[in-house]
């Protein structure tokens, strides 16, 4: 019998390549290289990097002149060729000059972006590919400049702001997140300081002082009608709150308080007075800075009555002393249980975990379960087994709701009829819900009527 031929030597994979050795890889190279003149340009940079940073910079200098010079339109047929050429372009100015001279590596990557304004202009683009690619290096601009270090970052980021500011705010304020506090901080000290600044110098400053920390920059980014407003005001608030300046981050609080008898007067819901999570949390902030930590706990335990947060209920829980976390625990179920959202109350017992209160719950206030919440399912598969009543109850409205749906979902509402069966049947005789019999006829007479099956 013949040899069945092997592929694992003929696949194209590294190991296989190096196999062929230097000279015949070599080979195979300048044979490419001459039929594909990206793929040339990359060698010779290649071979740059391994002269100096100075031999590679001089090498995608060329590239860039080359590609900022031209006038020629370029079609969506070549757009292609041409965002290949300037990912190309950044990653051996990330990957190669970076690590051999970060100073050089910036200064080719600031050219590299201002590219874009004359390709904007000349690049057929109506998948907004262009923009994307730019907006999505920032990412390696943070990283360039941090390697490259504030002294070097700050002049020459505060440079392209200061004569470029249109694209660059943009593209500084999106990678601001991933800069170097340092260099944030030197990059904001040299931008103008004037009283306050405004529209897109607002906006990168704002990003610059909170990476930087400078919270006294951060506020003054704000324009004072916007610090009036209640979610911009708690922001501010909160965040002075927590630097410990309570009494400043009182009068940002009270600056943006919401007058509830003038939203009564427009016409808003019951709740209109309610303050927003947002404003909460920082009214919360505010009254620890002051230290006065009762009322902190009671504003607490109002927003807690009104989201159900776990988060402020293990806040509350960690600072009582033991036995007293036990009665906060009763407090915050029976919360839960009465909170005007029965859906709500039910998630945050079923996550806590207190599945017999959220039993309870389910039992009390069966005619308010929603069937299509997203994770009703799983409760069912957490409660059947100690609370079943329960969960028949919420298998027996997800059916409801499925058919609801249509008759795409048939076969699933049938398989939750025999499963509402199979729980009912663990019950009793003395179970307190509707019969298994009367449910299913009701839904076939609904499913009937909507022609589902």
């Not at 590919?129 to 400049?145: G, K």
């Not at 405004?198 to 610090?227: M, Q, Y």
């Not at 915050?332 to 945050?348: N, Q, S, W, Y």
């Amino acid at each position: 019998m013949a040899k069945r031929p092997t592929t694992a030597k003929k696949s194209v994979s590294a190991a296989n390549l190096a196999a062929l050795g230097a000279d015949r890889l070599a080979d195979l190279l300048m044979e490419a290289g001459a039929a594909d003149a990206a793929l040339k340009r990359r060698l010779r940079m290649e071979l740059a990097a391994e002269v100096g940073a100075a031999d590679l910079a001089f090498e995608i200098a060329k590239r860039l002149v080359a590609l900022g010079g031209s006038r020629a339109r370029v079609s969506w047929r070549k757009r292609p060729a041409l965002l290949n050429d300037l990912r190309s372009l950044l990653r051996i100015v990330v990957d190669r000059l970076c690590p051999l001279d970060s100073r050089l590596a910036l200064d080719r990557l600031v050219a590299w972006f201002d590219l874009y304004p004359g390709l904007a202009a000349r690049v057929s683009d109506a998948k907004g590919e262009l923009p994307l690619l730019f907006d999505a290096a920032t990412a390696e601009l943070a990283a360039v400049a941090s390697a490259a270090g504030p002294d070097v970052a700050g002049p020459v980021l505060g440079d392209a702001l200061s004569t470029r500011l249109d694209p660059w705010a943009s593209w500084i304020g999106r990678g601001s997140a991933g800069l170097d506090p340092a260099v944030a901080r030197c990059l904001l000290a040299g931008l103008p300081q004037g009283p306050r600044p405004t529209g897109r110098l607002a906006l990168v400053v704002r990003k610059l002082a909170d990476r930087a920390g400078d919270l006294d920059a951060w506020i003054r980014s704000i324009p004072d009608e916007d610090a009036r407003k209640p979610e911009i005001g708690a922001g501010i608030a909160r965040r002075l709150a927590l630097a410990g300046r309570a009494g400043e981050g009182r009068a940002a609080l009270e600056a943006s308080r919401v007058d509830s008898a003038a939203k009564a007067r427009w016409g808003r819901s019951a709740d209109a007075g309610a303050p927003s999570d947002a404003w909460s949390a920082a009214e919360i902030a505010v009254l620890e800075a002051e230290g006065r930590l009762p009322e902190a706990d009671e504003a607490r335990w109002a927003r807690f009555a009104r989201t159900l947060s776990a988060d402020d209920l293990r806040v509350l829980i960690a600072r009582l002393p033991d036995f007293e976390d036990v009665e906060a625990l009763d407090r915050a179920f029976e919360m839960a249980a009465t909170h005007p959202d029965a859906m709500r109350g039910l998630a945050f017992l079923m996550a806590w975990p207190a599945l017999r209160e959220a039993a309870a719950l389910a039992v009390d206030r069966a005619g308010e379960i929603r069937g299509g919440h997203d994770d009703l399912p799983l409760w069912v598969g957490r409660l059947v087994g100690r609370h079943p009543l329960a969960a028949l109850i919420l298998v027996r409205a997800r059916a409801r709701a499925l058919l609801m749906l249509g008759p795409d979902v048939a076969g699933e509402v049938q398989a939750l009829v025999s499963e509402a069966e199979a729980i009912w049947s663990t019950l009793g005789e003395d179970a307190s819900a509707t019969d298994h019999e009367t449910f299913a006829a009701g839904l076939q007479s609904e499913a009937r009527r909507r022609r589902v099956w």
